[in-house]
Each structure stands twice: as C-alpha cells, then as structure tokens.
C-alpha cells in the first residue's frame, strides 16, 4: 500500500511568489493534517481536514495561507505571497476515519520551502 | 490550548535504557503519541497511550499516567539506528494532535 506523498520534495522561491504545495494521504484516510517545522523546533499543526472539511485550521498562521481538499481526496496548501518567515519544512499526515485514526498519523517525508 | 514539555536532548549508550518524559496541559485530553523523526525525514508512529498505564511494543514501550498529565517513552537495549529525534503528541478529543518541541536522543557506542 502507497504511503502518504507529497510533492514537490523541495522548492526554493522568492518572496512574494506564490507556491503550491500537495498532498495525496493512504487511500482511504478520512483524517488529513498539514503541519510546518521551522529551524528543527516543534511540529507546529496548521490545519486538520476530515474528508473535504476543515475541521480544524486554528494552526494556520495568517490569511496568505489556504488549504483546499476537494473531492476529500489530495490536498493542497497555497501560499501566496510567500514570505521569508515561511520557510520550513511542511508535513502531511493522514489517518484512518474517526477521532480514534488520530492518534497513528501517517506522515508523508515533506516539503522543504525556502523562501529567499 | 495545549501545551507539552519534554527535555531538548538524551544521551545515552548502546544496550542502555533510557526515559523520555513529556508532561502536558490541555483540555479535551483524548490519548498521548510518540513518534520517532531521523534526520528531518517523516515522522513515523511508535506508540499511544488512551488509557493509565504502559504499552509495550517491542524494545520501545510508553507509560501515561492521566492524573499526573504525565507520560513517557521508554526505550531498551539501545542501539545506535535509535538516535533521533523523539516527539510527544497530545491528541485531543476533537481530533487535533499537538506536538512537543522533541527530544533528540544520542546513542553513543
């Protein structure tokens, strides 16, 4: 079974640019989650679908970000404008359905986002 | 909101044991996870505890204690391919896992 993929694997652009980044979890996870770490601290939650609905996206950290999952199958997450302080590494993650899929997350290897 | 603490770095030696604690504060406390992180790669799941008590899984086993809003990860017979970083994640009941600042483990020969 495929795991959790993300692409691009990395992508340096420059601020103001806008950049897209996407997400395909385990066929069949309801549970979707987009996360950032910045300069090796915490894997900081940025949002939380459930099929095609955010459930939670308290973690995003302004207006220049927006994620979108039609259909509840990949996701993406736009920036737009990219700012230098967007830099890091951006996780996805899914699990399988209901609040118990929570706690075993599935992890894609990330996006490494440089913003110059 | 949530909040989680555990210590920055854990030296140890091969064939040690060795405890990393996380100690938490939030509402809507669901169950604790720890995951396992190489070298910025993906986070992978080791273990999770919902109720009091340890969960066993091999040589890595962790503890929570609801109460004491207290847990750990236990690891045994160290070995080398065991340095990483380790992180500790609350999930709460409405589905959203909170992750400590991690705990990089250092296995010596």
């Known amino acids: 079974e495929a795991g959790v993929t993300q692409f691009p694997s990395h992508s340096v652009i420059e601020k103001g640019q806008t950049v897209t980044l996407r997400c395909d979890p385990i066929s069949g996870h309801d549970n979707l989650y987009w996360y950032r770490r910045v300069m090796g601290k915490e894997i900081k939650f940025l949002l939380h679908?459930?099929?095609?609905?955010?459930?939670?996206e308290s973690g995003m950290p302004n207006n220049r970000f927006l994620a979108e999952r039609t259909g509840g199958t990949y996701s993406t997450l736009k920036v737009q404008p990219a700012e230098l302080e967007d830099s890091g590494v951006y996780f996805c993650a899914s699990s399988q359905p209901g609040l118990a899929g929570g706690n075993e997350q599935f992890f894609g290897p990330g996006t490494r986002l440089t913003v110059l | 909101g949530q909040s989680l603490e555990q210590p920055s770095e854990v030296t140890a030696v091969e064939g040690a044991i060795v405890q990393i604690n996380c100690t938490y504060q939030t509402s809507g406390f669901y169950g604790l996870s720890w995951y396992q992180q190489h070298d910025g790669g993906a986070p992978t799941f080791l273990s999770y505890?919902?109720?009091?008590g340890l969960e066993e899984t091999g040589r890595f086993s962790s503890f929570l204690s609801r109460s004491d809003s207290y847990g750990y990860l236990l690891l045994q017979e160290l070995q080398m391919k065991d340095s990483a970083s380790y992180f500790c994640?609350?999930?709460?009941?409405?589905?959203?896992?909170?992750f400590g600042d991690g705990t990089t483990l250092t296995v010596k020969p």
């Open positions: 679908f459930v099929k095609e609905s955010k459930q939670d």
């Open positions: 505890n919902a109720l009091d």
């Open positions: 994640a609350v999930v709460t009941n409405a589905g959203k896992s909170t």
